[in-house]
């Protein structure tokens, strides 16, 4: 077998051996989504006015959550070593590594959103560019939130710091995500918003991973 | 023109503290170093340095007689690095781990390697356990199957023997002896003795931090 894709398997079933783990955002994802209508006002009115945005800062909110600890682990059972001393590229390694995250945190965000936005009055015709946009949203968010987590890999308690020093750099992200979906529920173009939203998809996956792998190399030579 | 690795005025430091200023050996194929010293002398951070992972200050380093870099890909991978941590994944078990580095040193199948690395080490009946519920001794055994699978002419091996056995160190004696045999260089740290039959090339004692 291609030894990238035994690496990436070996990925997607160790995160799968620890599924009660990746559950946990979904959960997370459901429940503050839920708080919404409970919070404010049950007036459909109001909820398909705010519906794509609590979705967006929801899936965000979820999406860094996991990602926090990202490479955590290896870093701390001395696999992240072999990694860096590896004779192969760091980079698609990394790429690899939050891709198989996102397979198994993201995509799952994703199937549930059409069920929660649903819920929260949003029409049934925004869906797909609802769901288009969460899909470049989420990896875009996964590349960043990796970032956040190889920055911090040898600190402890680093959540509250990845989040802070994340949140800023997302917000365009959420902006350009929340406004299609809200532009085509209400039946206006939403092309524009979601062009950008790709631009930045296409530019956190090709310059990221170098950063990532850049950070964890630095975190290892002090 | 030496063959074999060669240091010249290495410094080391880690993080602000400089721990030599100027260290320099050779070390011809067949032969081993073991580095002793005090805990912080630099045992570790010179192997880490060596191994590519830690930066390096200032010094040059020869491999047969021609300068190099080690960074690069070509280093890495004539070179195998066994830290103190044994970097297993605590949820794959043996087998899967070392089937795991193999996808990291870009080989295909080693399959059969792999089985004779961890029978050498009289980890066969172990294989499918998880690692996190081995113990440290048999973790280790396992990091040191690694050796076995995957060929590399330099070996940097920080504490070796940790938790090892005296069945386990005496394997690894003999492990040790058949690698330089075939013209294979290590590099130790440690603060156990080795068994009488290893003599190293050089004992490099790194001084004390001040």
């Given amino acids: 077998m291609n030894p990238w894709i035994q690496f990436f398997r070996s990925e997607v079933g160790l995160s799968w051996r620890e599924r009660r783990r990746a559950l946990l955002p979904l959960v997370f994802f ?78 799952p965000l994703i199937v549930m959103s059409p069920i929660l936005i649903l819920w929260l009055s949003f029409p049934v015709r925004a869906l ?14 996964s590349f960043l939130g990796a970032l956040g987590a190889a920055l911090t890999v040898s600190l402890r308690q680093s959540g509250m710091l990845v989040a802070i020093l994340l949140l800023p750099l997302a917000t365009p992200i959420l902006i350009f995500g929340a406004h299609s979906a809200l532009l085509a529920a209400d039946k206006q173009n939403p092309r524009p918003a979601l062009y950008l939203l790709a631009t930045l ?21 002090v | 023109m030496s063959s ?74 004539r070179t195998l690095y066994l830290a103190h941590t044994d970097g297993l994944k605590g949820a794959l078990s043996g087998e899967e781990n070392l089937h795991l580095f193999a996808s990291l040193r870009q080989f295909r199948d080693r399959s059969e390697e792999i089985q004779e690395g961890l029978d050498y080490y009289e980890m066969t009946g172990l294989k499918s356990v998880p690692c996190l519920r081995l113990s440290q001794g048999q973790r280790r055994r396992i990091a040191l199957s690694r050796l076995r699978a995957f060929p590399a002419s330099l070996w940097l091996l920080d504490e070796p023997t940790t938790a090892l056995d005296r069945g386990g160190i005496d394997r690894f004696a003999d492990h ?3 690698h330089l045999a075939a013209g294979g260089m290590a590099i130790l740290a440690t603060h156990q003795s080795l068994p009488e039959r290893l003599k190293p090339a050089i004992r490099i004692a790194l001084g004390r931090s001040s």
């Fill in chain 1, 30 to 107: 459901v429940i503050v989504a839920s708080l919404f209508p409970l919070a404010m006002s049950p007036r459909p009115l109001i909820l398909k006015l705010i519906a794509p945005g609590v979705i967006w800062v929801d899936v965000m909110l979820a999406t860094f959550l996991g990602l926090e600890s990202l490479f955590r682990q290896d870093y701390e059972e001395g696999v992240l070593e072999q990694w860096i001393l590896s004779p192969s590229s760091l980079e698609l390694r990394v790429f690899l590594k939050v891709i198989s995250f996102w397979t198994v945190t993201s995509l």
């Fill in chain 1, 128 to 141: 797909g560019i609802l769901l288009v946009g969460l899909f470049l949203g989420t990896v875009t968010l």
């Fill in chain 1, 201 to 221: 998809f296409f530019l956190t996956v090709g310059l990221v991973p170098k950063a990532i792998s850049t950070a964890l190399k630095v975190s290892y030579e």
């Fill in chain 2, 4 to 77: 074999g690795l060669a240091i010249r005025a290495l410094e080391l430091r880690r993080g602000r503290r400089l721990l030599s200023r100027s260290l320099s050996f050779e070390l011809a194929p067949g032969g081993f170093i073991e580095l002793s010293g005090p805990n912080g002398s630099g045992k570790s951070t010179l192997l880490r340095v060596l191994s590519g992972l830690g930066r390096l200050e200032a010094g040059e380093l020869l491999w047969d007689g021609r300068s190099f870099n080690c960074a690069s890909d070509e280093h890495r991978s």
């Fill in chain 2, 176 to 178: 040790l002896s058949d």
